[in-house]
């Protein structure tokens, strides 16, 4: 079977945050998405966003991700 081929796919969306990263954030996204999803396949990064401190520091990173997953 080629790749693709005769699967079907759902999207769900999430949002990862870290004091991190964006790599960071992301990652936390997905891992928290495979506790409750089998067969997670990709994502797409939809909005990236954060929060600034006081002292004008990035003190959080928001990663809103599309992630799909195969359907049985």
Known sequence: MTYGQGRTYKKIEVI????????AAIQKAVLKAQESLEKLSWFEVQEIRGHVGKDGLISEYQVVLKIAFELK
Not at 16 to 23: A, I, N, P, R, Y
């Open 16 to 23: 990862g945050v870290s004091d991190k990263g964006l790599e």
